[in-house]
C-alpha cells in the first residue's frame, strides 16, 4: 500500500448490506488504520441521517468518526447553503431531515406555507413522502413561476433508478420520482444531482 495516498470507500454492498457487514470488511478497514492509509466512506445513503447511518455502522463492527462520513445529504445541505437557498420544500425521510436541521422550520410535513414561499425542492429516498399529495405540492412550487422571475431548482441527493434491499429485492429509487417531476413541469426543467457519481460530490 506504499503506492496509495488515499482511498474513498463505498458503504452500502460493499462493506455492509443492510445492517450486516461483508465478510472481512471490517478486518479490512482495521488493517487500513494499522497502515495508516488515509481514507473517507463515501454514500449516495439518503434515507437515514448520517448520525443513524453512523451509529448502524459501529453496531456492525466498524470504527466510523463523523469526520471521516461523506454522503448524499451532506453534499446537499453544503449545496442549499452555497446557494443561499433558505426555505426548501424536502421530500426526504423524517431521520434524513435530521441532517436538516438548519431548515427546520421547513422540514416535516410544510404545513402553513403556500407554493411561492419556498425556493427550492429537495428529494431524497423517502418512500413516505411519495405520495400524490406531496409530489403534487413540489409539482406546483416548481411551476410556480412568474414571467421573469428566477426558475425553483429541483435537487436531488441522487438518481439512482432502483435501490437493492438486503433480501435482494428492488425498490424504486428517487431518480424516477425526479424524472416524474420533470416530465409534468416540463419547460425544459432538469433536476440536479449531488451524489455519487456527480462531480459535486467529490468536490
Known amino acids: 500500500m506504499r503506492n496509495i495516498k488515499a482511498l474513498l470507500i463505498d458503504l452500502s454492498g ?11 470488511a471490517v478486518a479490512a478497514i482495521q488493517k487500513l488504520r494499522q497502515a495508516k492509509v488515509p481514507f473517507r466512506f463515501c454514500s449516495n ?9 453512523i451509529h448502524r455502522l459501529n453496531n456492525a463492527g466498524f470504527e466510523v468518526h463523523p469526520e471521516e462520513l461523506f454522503t448524499s445529504l451532506g453534499a446537499m445541505k453544503k449545496l442549499l447553503h452555497e446557494r443561499g437557498v433558505q426555505r426548501p420544500y ?10 436538516f436541521a438548519d431548515f427546520a422550520e421547513n422540514s416535516g410535513s410544510n404545513e402553513g406555507r403556500e407554493e411561492k ?27 410556480n413561476t412568474t414571467s421573469g422571475s428566477k426558475p425553483i431548482p429541483l435537487l436531488a441527493t441522487h438518481r439512482a433508478r432502483y435501490v437493492r434491499s438486503p433480501s435482494g429485492q428492488l425498490s424504486l429509487g ?21 451524489g455519487k457519481p456527480d462531480r459535486a460530490f467529490f468536490e
Open 14 to 24: 460493499t462493506l455492509h448490506v443492510g445492517s450486516e457487514p461483508i465478510k472481512g
Open 45 to 53: 445513503t439518503s434515507k437515514e441521517s448520517s448520525a443513524a447511518l
Open 90 to 99: 424536502l421530500l426526504l425521510s423524517p431521520s434524513a431531515e435530521e441532517d
Open 117 to 143: 414561499d419556498y425556493d427550492a425542492v429537495v428529494i431524497g429516498l423517502a418512500p413516505t413522502k411519495f405520495s400524490y399529495e406531496q409530489l403534487n405540492e413540489a409539482f406546483r412550487i416548481l411551476s
Open 174 to 194: 428517487p431518480g424516477p420520482f425526479v424524472s416524474a417531476l420533470e416530465t409534468g413541469v416540463g419547460n425544459g426543467l432538469r433536476g440536479e444531482s449531488v
